[in-house]
């Protein structure tokens, strides 16, 4: 992953487009591989295992006939 800084002032509203256009401009791929480097570091300093992974939940539903 490349690192990237860019400072703003902290009500600059450039700053969230920029940010918007960041992201938008990752594939999902790149996307799922920040949030994982970020869950990382999130249970690392919690004191959590980090090898666990992002669970997938499936939840079934019944759809009224209309």
Same mark, same amino acid.
């Given at each position: 992953?490349?690192?990237? #800084? %860019?400072? *703003? ?6 700053? *969230?487009?920029? !940010?918007?256009? *960041? ?5 999902? !791929? !790149? ?5 994982? !480097?970020? +869950?990382?570091?999130?249970? %690392? ?7 666990? +992974? #992002?669970?997938? #939940? ?9």
């Amino acid at each position: 992953m490349e690192k990237y #800084v %860019k400072k *703003y002032h902290l009500k600059d509203p450039q700053q *969230y487009e920029d !940010e918007r256009e *960041y992201w938008r401009s990752k594939t999902p !791929e !790149e996307r799922l591989m920040a949030l994982e !480097e970020l +869950r990382k570091q999130y249970m %690392k300093l919690k004191g959590i295992d980090a090898e666990q +992974r #992002v669970q997938r #939940v499936c939840k079934i539903i019944k759809r009224s006939e209309s």
